[in-house]
C-alpha cells in the first residue's frame, strides 16, 4: 500500500504535536515554581499551583489553531511565544503583574498580551479557548503591528474570529441585534466588542471575501478604504446579517 505525502505529512505534525504535549506534561525531578517549560512554538511559564495538565490543556488548545490563524492572517512567522500562568487562589499575583506590566489592572480580566510574543493567563476552565484569542492578537500584531486596540473593535473581533468563539444571533435578543455603533463597540469594560467581533469578521469574510478582510487590518478598521462604503452602510448591512443569521 502506498502512503500518501498528505498521510505522511499529517503523520509527522501529530508526532511533534504529541513530542510538545509529553514535554509539558513531564514533571522533571524536584521542580520549583515558576516552572519553566520549552515545547516548539511555545514557551509556559507556570506560577505557583498551576498544574502541567493546565498548561497540557493550553498547549493542545493552541497546537490545534496556531497554524490555521497563521495561514489566515497571511503571517509566515512567529516568534516563540511565552504563556505565563497563574493559578486562581494567586489572582492577586497575577493582577500585580499585570499593574507592572502595562500600568493598569482591568479587574475580572483573566488574559493579555504585554508584549509581541507574551501572554499573561489567570487560568479558569476556558482558558485553552482563551489562549486562542490571545494568540490570535499576537498573529495580528505581527500582521500589522499598530492594530492593538486600535480601532479596539477591529482588534478583539479579529481574536473572536479567529478563536471562533461567538454567541449565535438567535441567541440574542431583539435589542442585541441592533448595530450599537463604532463609539460603543470601542468602548473598554463592554461586552459589545466581544458580542460582535465574530460577527463582523464573518460578515466582511463573506460579503468581500479573505483578501478585503486582510485590508481591512491593513488600513486599521478604515471601512471607506477597505471597503469602499461608508460606516453607516457598513453598521446597516452588518445589522441585516445578524438579523438573517437570527431568523429574524
Ligand atoms: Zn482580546
Known sequence: MRTSPLTLLAFALLLVN???DTVIRQPTENETYPIVITAGAFRYVLHDDVTREQAAHIGDSL????????????????PQVTISLWAP?????FYAEMESRIGQVYRGATGYTPTNSEMCLLWNPSTPKSAVHEYAHLVSIALKPDIGNN???????????E???????ADWTPDQRAFP?????????????YRWGYTICAFIIDRWGDDAYIST???NGNIPSALGITEEEFGT?????VKSMAGS
Open 89 to 93: 487562589g494567586h489572582s492577586n499575583d
Open 217 to 219: 487590518i491593513n488600513a
Open 237 to 241: 448591512l452588518t445589522e441585516e446579517y
Open 18 to 20: 504529541c513530542r510538545d
Open 181 to 193: 455603533g463604532f463609539a460603543a463597540l470601542n468602548q473598554y469594560n463592554s461586552v459589545l466588542p
Open 151 to 161: 480601532p479596539r473593535w477591529l482588534w478583539e473581533a479579529i481574536a473572536q474570529y
Open 63 to 78: 497546537l490545534s489553531n496556531y497554524e490555521r490563524i497563521m495561514r489566515h492572517l497571511r503571517v509566515g512567522t512567529m
Open 163 to 169: 478563536s471562533r468563539t461567538y454567541e449565535r444571533p
